[in-house]
């Protein structure tokens, strides 16, 4: 299984930025995803997830009603649509597969593929 995460790139407070996380391989058809980021000097951090349906999702309340995570299943390809950035929203951000698929895991050790990162500046 292998995660491309793309989208990244500098934008401006209060911009929006979509980044995207195409699956491929054997990913199976009932997975969850999730997005975590890493900000310079900073642990790893939980920012909202999936569930395979689309019926749960998750999110971090630093990020609650500015981000969404749209999915298309058919593509295997998960969004991270990113709302009112702010310059703390700076961090590379990994997209992540769980096969446990019912939930929207915010737990890093749920999931067991990742994306390489894709990073996300966010200037004043």
């Known amino acids: 299984v292998q995660l491309q995460a793309s989208g990244g790139g500098l934008v401006q407070a209060g911009g929006s930025l979509r980044l995207s996380c195409a699956a491929s391989?054997?990913?199976?058809?009932?997975?969850?995803m999730g997005w975590f980021r890493r900000a310079p000097g900073k642990e790893r951090e939980f920012v909202g997830a999936?569930?395979?349906?689309?019926?749960?999702?998750h999110y971090a309340d630093s990020v609650k009603g500015r981000f969404t995570i749209p999915r298309d299943n058919a593509k295997k390809t998960v969004y991270l649509q990113m709302d009112s950035l702010k310059p703390e929203d700076t961090a590379v951000y990994y997209c992540?597969?769980?096969?446990?698929?019912?939930?929207?895991?915010?737990?890093?050790?749920?999931?067991?593929?990742w994306g390489q990162g894709t990073l996300v500046t966010v200037s004043s």
């Open positions: 992540a597969l769980s096969s446990s698929g019912n939930y929207a895991w915010a737990d890093g050790y749920r999931y067991r593929y």
């Open positions: 999936i569930n395979w349906t689309g019926s749960n999702t």
């Open positions: 391989g054997r990913t199976g058809s009932s997975n969850a």
